[in-house]
């Protein structure tokens, strides 16, 4: 429950659970992330970076659980290798490196991921070696992108999917992002006050709110 004294207002509510299988939680995720993913690329699209929007398959011999182990393995050492050449031209591109990657299944429940990614790298060669010298499939494509509607477009595509017959490993996160992807920090107000009450309870403490002249909304 959420209660603010200073305006007698009162709401009554089930936390989320953050989880991606759960239905409501699941929804509640997507709406986040793409936010997140617009929001991010509105900035660094504005502040003159170059975003591409990047594909990187596994590799066809994988298995659905091994594709997702050498993902673990791989990703690091591409990641190094972009980081690395977009830093050595960031001077002249004026691009600084970051990511914003959905991974996803295939239906045969083999991981390939999609990725915003600032780099200046506009050819699928570069990044069809690169990503096979570090274990990923030769398979790469990528797309300029020049607005933050076209950025979310392709990421709307992708994020929040899952193919029921192959679960994701437990721990295993649905969304990454690097630590300088622009990411909106949560605005708290200091009026309203929360904590959390068995269910049972509920009506009891919204009788004595009523009886107190609260305004009490109801979203459970």
């Not at 900035?43 to 673990?72: A, C, D, H, K, W």
Request: aromatic content about 16%.
């Amino acid at each position: 429950m959420g209660v603010n004294n200073i305006e007698k207002k009162a709401v009554f509510f089930h936390p989320v659970c953050k989880k991606w299988d759960c239905p409501y939680c699941s929804q509640q995720n997507k709406e986040y992330w793409l936010y997140q993913a617009q929001r991010g690329a509105q900035l660094l699209l504005s502040e003159g970076n170059m975003l591409q929007f990047l594909t990187v398959t596994g590799r066809g011999y994988f298995t659905p659980q091994s594709s997702i182990y050498f993902f673990r393995q791989n990703w690091p050492k591409l990641r190094k290798r972009m980081q690395y050449l977009t830093d050595q031209w960031r001077d002249v591109t004026g691009t600084t490196f970051c990511y914003f990657m959905v991974p996803e299944r295939h239906k045969s429940g083999t991981l390939h991921a999609h990725l915003l990614v600032t780099t200046f790298m506009d050819r699928d060669r570069w990044y069809k070696d690169n990503a096979h010298q570090t274990g990923f499939g030769y398979q790469a494509r990528v797309k300029n992108i020049s607005s933050s509607g076209e950025a979310v477009g392709y990421v709307t595509k992708y994020i929040g999917k899952d193919w029921g017959d192959f679960p994701w490993p437990k721990g295993f996160m649905r969304v990454r992002h690097s630590q300088n992807w622009p990411i909106a920090k949560p605005q708290t107000d200091e009026l309203w006050e929360y904590r959390t009450i068995r269910e049972g309870d509920m009506f009891i403490e919204k009788g004595s709110l009523d009886n107190l002249g609260y305004h009490v909304v109801d979203k459970t």
